[in-house]
């Protein structure tokens, strides 16, 4: 089966020249015109829709593993060698219990 994104039944054909093919079996491909028919698309709109999503989906969580893998490491880089505490840190903690006393007295 081949998959046609140079249909003319897409509305946006900009940029349109590459071409996917598949080989299915019967059975798949009555499956997948079942479900284009359900969601009101043809065959080639469901599979360009059904592969974009799937992969932007895939995409998203491999960079969230990876993400999340690196930012363990730095959370506790962190917490085993914290960074000493700045003297504007400081001013600032002073300034902001001054600030929230002085609103508890009012």
């Known amino acids: 089966m081949e998959i046609d994104t140079d ?27 079942r479900a284009a028919g359900l969601r009101g698309q043809n065959l080639t709109e469901f599979m360009i829709s059904v592969l974009a999503d799937a992969a932007t989906q895939t995409i998203k969580d491999r960079e969230l593993i990876e993400l999340t893998e690196r930012d363990r490491l730095v959370f506790a880089e962190a917490l085993l060698n914290p960074a000493p505490v700045s003297e504007r840190a400081i001013a600032d903690a002073r300034w902001y219990a001054q600030v929230m006393s002085k609103q508890e007295s009012d």
């Open 7 to 33: 249909s003319s039944t897409q509305t946006n054909k900009v940029g349109k020249n590459a071409r996917l093919e598949a080989r299915v079996t019967l059975e798949q491909k009555q499956l997948m015109e």
